[in-house]
């Protein structure tokens, strides 16, 4: 597999959502956007799952390992800040929503989904060159 032509982007939008998941955990608690029976580990189980499978892309597998460990520690350590802030609460259930994010996507991307934006710089640069 050639490597990314735009690795440098594709790890600034990567490096993008790690922020935006650290600021939206940090912040005041914001509603969910669609309510529903536990809304809120949807959607801890969701942000995590794509940061696995969006860095899992910009890694080989020997470091998925690596990826896998720092989400998960990013995920409680992100809990346990919530709790020691007085502005939000940390629980146990987020971390474990957050890891197993973290887990079925690194089962996705061994199975895989680890190539979905070789193709998306596949199909675009074909696309560019046809024209």
């Not at 912040?27 to 899992?56: G, I």
């Not at 998925?64 to 720092?70: N, P, R, S």
């Amino acid at each position: 597999m050639n490597p990314l032509k735009f690795l440098r982007l594709w790890t600034l939008i990567g490096c993008g959502l790690v922020i935006l998941v650290v600021v939206l955990s940090l912040s005041p608690s914001l509603p969910p956007p669609v309510d529903f029976p536990w809304a809120d580990k949807f959607y801890h189980l969701l942000a995590y799952a794509v940061l696995m499978l969006w860095f899992a892309q910009l890694h080989p597998r020997s470091r998925y390992g690596w990826l896998v460990c720092g989400f998960i520690a990013l995920g409680i350590l992100l809990e346990i800040l919530q709790s020691q802030s007085g502005i939000r609460t940390g629980e146990v259930w987020d971390a474990a929503a957050n890891s197993l994010g973290v887990l079925l996507s690194w089962g996705l991307a061994v199975k895989g989904m680890n190539t979905l934006l070789y193709q998306f710089e596949e199909k675009c640069l074909t696309r560019s060159e046809e024209d």
